[in-house]
């Protein structure tokens, strides 16, 4: 049996001090965080019967979490980013906020400041020997009318299943773009069709997925954020139907309304109407964007993104 001290009144008084709840100074809202988390900590230990070994082990792990910059996947790989995009929806459907294209995790992986380009783009820097993908679409407003001069933030990873900045072998900005909508709210790009990510395989997210007898793959994906004056950012994605991981995502990012349908072709003709020689891809794919006169919902949440000004 375990022994417990978590309860009593020392204990107690002790982790208020630990949190500045003496001290006049610093940030209310932190110090209660961190009182909660010490005091919930503590639970965990007794409850769990957590050894020394095991709580040095953990403190080991997070270091190598920072030190591999993998904070941001782990917290995918646990379902927590997919639990805030739960809590965001039930907070929606309260507020009777319904309709558009659902939103669906951002992951760790975007760069702000792609180059900006207008109507169309080609994302792909013609170095990656994947299939030429053209996609296609809309984005309009809850009453289907076209928005245009919206803004499609697009970022998807080569056919190695990485992506450009993190992966220092690819050119910049390579698979990123930011796609103005033309006066008929119509976006559209060249690019290669993606491969599934795969969480490094020595680094501290896998290793803990091992230890849960979980896979660390994602299927084929695009990300996208969309924007539009008067309309509510959304941060999504598509996953690509066929694909092994599709309802099998480590980071449960797949929702029915935002699987793709792929379609490969060998017409000579088509390729050659497209500027391509042999096998290539389309998908057609549009967006949905709720109305709001708030500032705020315009822009994408805060978080620290990179590159981002
Ligand atoms: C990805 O490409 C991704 O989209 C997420 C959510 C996590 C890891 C890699
Ligand atoms: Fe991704």
Redesign the pocket.
């Known amino acids: 049996m375990t022994v417990r001290i978590a309860h009593t009144a020392a204990v107690q008084k002790f982790f208020e001090t630990a949190s500045g709840f003496e001290q006049p100074g610093g940030n209310p809202r932190m110090k209660a965080i961190v009182h909660r988390v010490l005091t919930d900590t503590i639970k965990v230990i007794e409850d769990l019967d957590i050894s020394t070994e095991e709580f040095w082990a953990a403190v080991h792990y997070l270091n190598q979490l920072g030190a591999r910059q993998e904070a ?2 782990v917290v ?2 646990l379902g927590l ?1 997919h639990y805030l995009d739960l809590r965001l929806d039930a907070e929606d459907a309260a507020h009777g906020q319904l309709g558009g294209t659902p939103r669906t ?5 975007y760069v702000a400041g792609a180059p900006l380009c207008e109507g169309q783009a080609r994302l792909d820097d013609g170095r990656d020997p994947g299939t030429p993908l053209f996609m296609q679409g809309v984005v309009r407003d809850v009453a289907g009318q076209p928005l245009a001069g919206a803004v499609v933030d697009v970022w998807h ?1 080569n056919t190695g ?1 990485t ?1 450009s900045y993190f992966d220092p072998s690819q050119s910049e900005f390579n698979l990123r773009r930011r796609i103005v909508t033309d006066a008929e709210g119509r976006y559209r790009f060249q690019s290669i069709v993606p491969s599934g ?1 795969g ?1 490094p395989p020595d680094g501290p997210t896998q290793q803990l997925l091992d230890q849960l007898g979980r896979h660390g793959q ?1 299927p084929a ?1 695009v ?1 996208f954020f969309i924007s539009a004056a008067d309309h509510r950012h959304l941060t999504t ?1 598509i996953n690509l139907a066929g694909d092994q991981y599709l309802h099998d995502d ?2 449960y ?1 797949t929702r029915d309304e935002l699987i793709a349908e792929i379609r490969f072709s060998e017409d000579a003709a088509q390729a050659k109407a497209h500027g391509v020689a042999g096998r290539f891809a389309e998908i057609d794919f549009d967006f949905v964007l709720q109305p709001t006169v708030e500032p705020k919902a315009q822009g994408r949440r805060e978080r620290v993104r990179a590159l981002e000004a």
């Open positions: 941001g996947l995918a790989g980013e995790i951002e992951g760790p992986l990873a299943g992506y990510y969480c994602r994906h990300h994605q480590f980071a990012a």
